[in-house]
């Protein structure tokens, strides 16, 4: 089967944009064509390669494009449904799973599915295992460690493919030990089967065992996958460029037609032509740059939709580095009012001031419009594991004084300090939460001063997994729905966020290696009720409000609400485009 082009990105939005602007003066809200989707987005594609997909941007092209063993059944975060494997089994004590795979696939390049492609596209994401990829979870699982090849030398062929073989048309997974959260891995987007004959063909890693040592650790952004995908998805790519993506409706997908023909995805860097192109009608779903803009330019407008009170399944704090180093703003690095010393939030009564003299009523009211709850936990109510009945932190001025009194033996407070914290260039939301926070610490003591410096975002990344941000505000969206995800990242001594904490506490690492190893669910809540309670005390992090999504689209587009939302999807409306339709 050759590859068709029915309608290249310009011819795409040409079409769009023309149809639009004439059923706009027939008098009639029209938004492209009644086959065509049409979003407007501020962020370019890094990658279409499902082995290095690791960023919202991409995901939401290649969840489209590409399909997974398992999915999460409908709006459900909790039950998984079948995609490419029709069923599976768990043997062994939860060590194999063995899994059908469905037949009668087809990849874009006209190829068909087998039980080789999936065992390629595991060994392959096993093999390269990127820093900028998810692929550290699935080789935690099915190696015993994050690491790759390059960076753990124990990691041999052998193991690789022994951990995931083909029985036959069977696809057969073996685990070193237990992870209760294996499943839920499978149905991250990272994890998606790739057609293994057509990556070969042109260049991708071969797949054997000759090759493989030069497949470690290779950086997959712009491999020749990420330029010409072939996945089995209800999509296929038409276009790529610095400015648009295009897809169209895969004619041989092995499930039902999608009813959308075209899907039209724009770079508009700026809020202000998207809003005017939303309320124009010349695209279905935007960017909109958040809950305050909505509110101030979107709802009541005449053909708007606004989708609100929706799960939050992101979870966010500001991280207290009581390890900061080297390169890290100290100032004069002492305890003598002209800076901080590397360890000046090893002392629990810093942090417990910090955390005292956060006001979470306020930043919910400033920056959320109202919309959110306080939190006891970096872990989503919305995920079991969370436990409402541990007490949340308070926003009380007397007790942030009396803990900065108290902490390094009253020399905080005698002496005062000059701490110097970054947030995000551009959030409005990190910059008021970093405001609020400055304001009440200065108001406590006049010896207290905090600089604030805006930076890029890359630069955040580096910096803080560097270790060098004295504080920051950290954030954390699920790759899996697993509380896991959310505990081991945030507050394991070796967890992915640890360099900003620079914390280890043995009691909290053996909670959570317990909880990563048994599966008995109530067990498991019970350890990560018993972490949140021991963190709150430990006031590892001033922890930040829920947030309900909200988002918005025009009203002749069909399929996306609550019913459909579903939060582990990484586009807009929580839904795959197939499911969409146009009025």
């Not at 769009?16 to 987005?41: F, H, I, K, P, Y």
């Not at 874009?108 to 390629?120: F, I, L, Q």
């Not at 992090?541 to 069909?558: A, E, G, K």
Request: glycine share 8%; aromatic share 10%.
């Amino acid at each position: 089967m050759k590859y068709t082009r029915p309608l290249g990105a310009a011819a795409l939005a040409t079409l769009a944009l023309t149809l639009a602007a004439c059923n706009n003066r027939s008098g009639n809200a029209g938004n492209g064509t009644a086959d065509t989707l049409v979003v407007q987005e501020s962020a370019d594609i890094p990658t279409l390669d499902p082995g290095t997909t690791y960023d919202t941007a991409s995901g939401q092209i290649v969840e489209n494009l590409y399909e997974t063993l398992l999915t999460y059944d409908g709006s459900s975060i909790s039950e998984l449904a079948p995609q490419l494997a029709t069923e599976w089994k768990e043997e062994n004590g939860g060590r194999e799973y063995r899994f059908t795979l469905r037949e009668g696939v087809k990849f874009h390049s006209g190829n068909d599915m087998t039980c080789a492609d999936a065992e390629y596209s595991f060994r392959r994401n096993l093999v390269t295992n990127t820093a900028d990829s998810g692929n550290w979870f699935i080789a935690e699982s099915l190696l015993g460690t994050g690491a790759n090849a390059n960076d753990d030398k124990s990691i041999t062929w052998q193991r690789i493919t022994d951990a995931v073989r083909c029985d036959d048309q069977t696809l057969v997974f073996t685990l070193p030990k237990t992870d209760p959260a294996f499943l839920a891995k499978l149905a991250y987007v990272g994890q998606s089967i790739v057609d293994s004959k057509h990556a070969a063909e042109i260049g991708e890693w071969d797949g054997t065992e000759a090759t493989w040592k030069d497949a470690v650790g290779k950086d997959l952004a712009g491999s020749p996958l990420s330029q010409k995908p072939s996945g089995t998805g209800a999509y296929k790519l038409v276009e790529r460029s610095a400015t648009a993506v295009t897809a169209t409706a895969f004619e041989d997908y092995w499930g039902e037609a999608p009813k959308l023909k075209n899907v039209l995805i724009q770079k508009v860097p700026e809020s202000a032509p998207r809003i005017q192109a939303f309320l124009a009608g010349d695209a279905d779903l935007i960017e909109t740059g958040g809950r305050a803009i909505i509110e101030e330019q979107l709802r009541d407008q005449d053909g708007v939709v606004v989708v609100d009170d929706l799960a939050d399944t992101t979870a966010a704090g500001i991280s207290l580095n009581q390890n900061i180093k080297k390169g890290g703003a100290l100032g004069s690095g002492k305890l003598d009012g002209q800076g901080i010393p590397a360890n000046f939030f090893s002392d629990a009564d810093v942090r417990r001031g910090f955390v005292a003299a956060f006001d979470v009523p306020k930043y919910i009211e400033q920056v959320q419009t109202g919309k959110g709850e306080a939190r006891n936990f970096l872990l989503p109510e919305t995920f079991p594991g969370y436990d409402g009945s541990v007490e949340t932190a308070s926003f009380d001025p007397e007790i942030a004084r009396a803990a900065f009194q108290r902490a390094w033996g009253g020399q905080v407070w005698e002496n005062g300090f000059i701490l110097n914290a970054s947030y995000r260039a551009g959030s409005t939301a990190n910059q008021t939460a970093m405001e609020l926070l400055k304001t009440n610490i200065e108001a406590l003591n006049p010896k207290f001063k905090v600089n604030l410096t805006a930076k890029e975002w890359s630069e955040m990344i580096k910096s803080g997994t560097a270790g060098t941000e004295a504080m920051m505000p950290t954030a954390w969206a699920p790759d899996y729905a697993d509380p896991d995800n959310f505990v081991h990242t945030f507050y394991a001594s070796e967890g992915y966020y640890n360099p900003r904490i620079g914390a280890g506490d043995a009691q909290i690492d053996g909670w959570i290696n317990e909880a990563r190893a048994t599966t008995d669910t109530d067990r498991r809540n019970d350890l990560y009720s018993q972490i949140a309670a021991r963190a709150q005390e430990q006031a590892l992090y001033i922890i930040m409000p829920s947030n309900p999504t909200v988002f918005v689209h025009r009203d002749n587009l069909q399929g996306a609400g609550e019913a459909t939302f579903n939060p582990l999807s990484a586009f807009i409306t929580g839904t795959l485009w197939k499911n969409l339709s146009k009025s």
